[in-house]
């Protein structure tokens, strides 16, 4: 199965600022997905991102506070815009492929 | 839209038993359903791969079985050892090709192993 570096692992933002977060796949992929998740709760998907084109976002989630890009097909980077506390949650990216998804490590963000 | 649900939220059992942790989802058109587990703090690690047209799969003391009619899966562990505390959740694949196609995650069981 592919393999997925993410960074940054964790970081302290303050307030209104932005922090985008990269993953690097070890394979070419045709999508990727980015997840949130909130403290104590389960994965939501954010959008989906495919190369050449521009992401489709879930329902709740916008472009502005959550642009996407995927310059490749082995690349893509999510910036989290003008952050607020509540955007302090684990952001997750993934892939798909025949034996299933695999998902990077994560980066844990806190807003204060 | 499709809606996935676990059961129960957590769980608490005694070392050696075994236990079985259950997942429905309300659209049985899925290309696959895929357990993971999470321990706190950390990211997923995929646990065992249904394909639709499959219904079951195993690995170790992890069985995995799915009920696309019914819009069931169960996980189901044998002799539950402390390691085995994590949070273990469930992910449903819609769409004809796995790649193309997002996942959908319920909520989780949060299991505790006691020594």
């Known amino acids: 199965s592919a393999v997925i570096s993410q960074k940054p692992s964790r970081d302290i933002c303050q307030r209104g600022t932005s922090l985008t977060i990269q993953c690097q796949v070890d394979?070419?992929?045709?999508?990727m997905f980015w997840y949130r998740q909130q403290p104590g709760q389960s994965l939501t998907l954010i959008a989906t991102?495919?190369?050449?084109?521009?992401?489709?976002?879930e329902s709740g989630f916008v472009i502005d506070k959550f642009p996407i890009s995927r310059p490749n097909l082995t690349f893509s980077t999510l910036t989290v815009s003008n952050m607020s506390p509540e955007d302090s949650s684990i952001y997750l990216c993934?892939?798909?492929?025949?034996?299933?998804?695999?998902f990077g490590s994560g980066t844990r963000l806190t807003v204060v | 839209k499709q809606e996935v649900t676990q059961i129960p939220a957590a769980l608490s059992v005694p070392e050696g038993e075994n236990l079985v942790l259950n997942c429905s989802f309300t659209?049985?058109?899925?290309?696959?359903l895929q357990w993971f587990r999470q321990d706190p703090g950390k990211g997923l690690t995929s646990l065992l791969l249904?394909?639709?047209?499959?219904r079951e799969q195993t690995s170790g003391r992890l069985n995995a079985s799915l009920d696309k009619s019914s819009g069931r899966s169960t996980l189901y562990i044998a002799a539950s050892q402390p390691g085995d505390s994590a949070t273990y959740l469930c992910?449903?694949?819609?769409?004809?090709?796995?790649?193309?196609?997002?996942?959908?995650f319920g909520s989780g069981t949060r299991l505790s192993i006691r020594p």
């Open positions: 993934s892939v798909g492929q025949q034996y299933g998804y695999t």
């Open positions: 394979s070419q992929v045709t999508m």
């Open positions: 991102a495919n190369q050449g084109s521009e992401a489709t976002y």
């Open positions: 659209d049985s058109a899925i290309y696959n």
């Open positions: 249904i394909q639709s047209s499959q």
């Open positions: 992910a449903v694949g819609g769409g004809q090709y796995s790649s193309a196609s997002k996942i959908i």
